[in-house]
Protein backbone atom coordinates (compact mmCIF):
# COMPACT_ATOMS: atom_id res chain seq x y z
CA UNK A 1 0.00 0.00 0.00
CA UNK A 2 1.67 3.37 -1.01
CA UNK A 3 1.69 6.15 1.50
CA UNK A 4 -0.83 7.97 -0.64
CA UNK A 5 -3.38 4.77 0.14
CA UNK A 6 -2.41 4.71 3.83
CA UNK A 7 -3.95 8.05 4.41
CA UNK A 8 -7.34 7.68 3.01
CA UNK A 9 -9.57 6.07 5.65
CA UNK A 10 -10.46 2.04 5.84
CA UNK A 11 -13.98 2.71 5.72
CA UNK A 12 -12.95 4.93 1.74
CA UNK A 13 -11.36 1.77 0.63
CA UNK A 14 -14.26 -0.61 1.53
CA UNK A 15 -16.64 1.61 -0.09
CA UNK A 16 -14.28 2.19 -3.34
CA UNK A 17 -13.88 -1.77 -3.84
CA UNK A 18 -17.57 -2.16 -3.22
CA UNK A 19 -18.62 0.79 -6.27
CA UNK A 20 -16.22 -0.52 -8.53
CA UNK A 21 -17.56 -4.65 -8.35
CA UNK A 22 -20.95 -3.15 -8.87
CA UNK A 23 -19.06 -1.06 -11.64
CA UNK A 24 -18.03 -3.86 -13.42
CA UNK A 25 -20.65 -6.42 -13.01
CA UNK A 26 -22.68 -4.23 -14.47
CA UNK A 27 -20.14 -3.83 -17.04
CA UNK A 28 -19.92 -7.61 -17.98
CA UNK A 29 -23.97 -8.16 -17.77
CA UNK A 30 -24.14 -5.19 -20.65
CA UNK A 31 -21.20 -6.81 -22.62
CA UNK A 32 -22.40 -10.79 -21.93
CA UNK A 33 -22.79 -12.21 -25.49
CA UNK A 34 -25.00 -14.65 -24.79
CA UNK A 35 -28.89 -15.03 -23.85
CA UNK A 36 -30.08 -16.32 -20.24
CA UNK A 37 -31.16 -19.24 -21.63
CA UNK A 38 -27.78 -19.70 -23.22
CA UNK A 39 -25.75 -19.32 -19.63
CA UNK A 40 -28.43 -21.42 -17.95
CA UNK A 41 -28.87 -18.25 -15.21
CA UNK A 42 -28.69 -14.67 -15.00
CA UNK A 43 -25.45 -13.04 -15.15
CA UNK A 44 -25.56 -11.11 -11.80
CA UNK A 45 -26.17 -14.47 -10.32
CA UNK A 46 -24.03 -16.45 -11.67
CA UNK A 47 -21.39 -13.51 -10.34
CA UNK A 48 -22.67 -13.45 -7.35
CA UNK A 49 -22.05 -17.46 -7.05
CA UNK A 50 -18.56 -16.86 -7.82
CA UNK A 51 -18.71 -14.45 -5.74
CA UNK A 52 -19.67 -16.94 -2.83
CA UNK A 53 -17.34 -19.17 -3.40
CA UNK A 54 -14.57 -17.02 -3.53
CA UNK A 55 -15.38 -15.60 -0.52
CA UNK A 56 -15.42 -19.01 0.75
CA UNK A 57 -11.95 -19.95 -0.94
CA UNK A 58 -10.22 -16.41 0.80
CA UNK A 59 -11.62 -18.39 4.51
CA UNK A 60 -14.82 -16.98 5.35
CA UNK A 61 -17.13 -19.06 6.73
CA UNK A 62 -20.15 -20.33 5.43
CA UNK A 63 -22.09 -18.70 7.76
CA UNK A 64 -20.08 -14.94 7.78
CA UNK A 65 -21.03 -15.03 3.85
CA UNK A 66 -24.70 -16.05 4.22
CA UNK A 67 -25.20 -13.68 6.86
CA UNK A 68 -23.91 -10.84 5.06
CA UNK A 69 -26.04 -11.54 1.76
CA UNK A 70 -28.86 -12.07 4.37
CA UNK A 71 -28.37 -8.61 5.70
CA UNK A 72 -27.76 -6.80 2.30
CA UNK A 73 -31.04 -8.22 1.08
CA UNK A 74 -32.48 -6.80 3.95
CA UNK A 75 -30.98 -3.36 4.11
CA UNK A 76 -31.70 -3.21 0.52
CA UNK A 77 -35.17 -1.42 0.56
CA UNK A 78 -34.29 1.16 2.74
CA UNK A 79 -31.81 1.74 0.03
CA UNK A 80 -33.61 1.87 -2.88
CA UNK A 81 -36.13 3.69 -1.02
CA UNK A 82 -39.22 2.10 -3.29
CA UNK A 83 -37.18 1.94 -6.15
CA UNK A 84 -36.67 -1.63 -8.12
CA UNK A 85 -33.76 0.06 -10.40
CA UNK A 86 -31.76 2.86 -9.86
CA UNK A 87 -33.38 5.75 -12.08
CA UNK A 88 -37.05 4.02 -11.85
CA UNK A 89 -40.17 6.24 -10.89
CA UNK A 90 -40.77 5.55 -6.79
CA UNK A 91 -43.91 3.15 -6.84
CA UNK A 92 -47.04 4.45 -4.60
CA UNK A 93 -49.79 6.27 -5.02
CA UNK A 94 -50.06 8.70 -7.77
CA UNK A 95 -51.73 11.98 -7.22
Same mark, same amino acid.
Given at each position: ???????????????????????????????????????? @???? #?? /? !????????? &?? @???? #?? /? !????????? &?????????????????????
Amino acid at each position: MTDAEQEVPWEVHQVTASANFGLRCRELQESCPYSTDELG @SPVL #TR /I !IEHLATELW &DQ @SFSQ #TE /I !ISAFRAAIR &DLPRYAAGEERRGDPPKGPKT
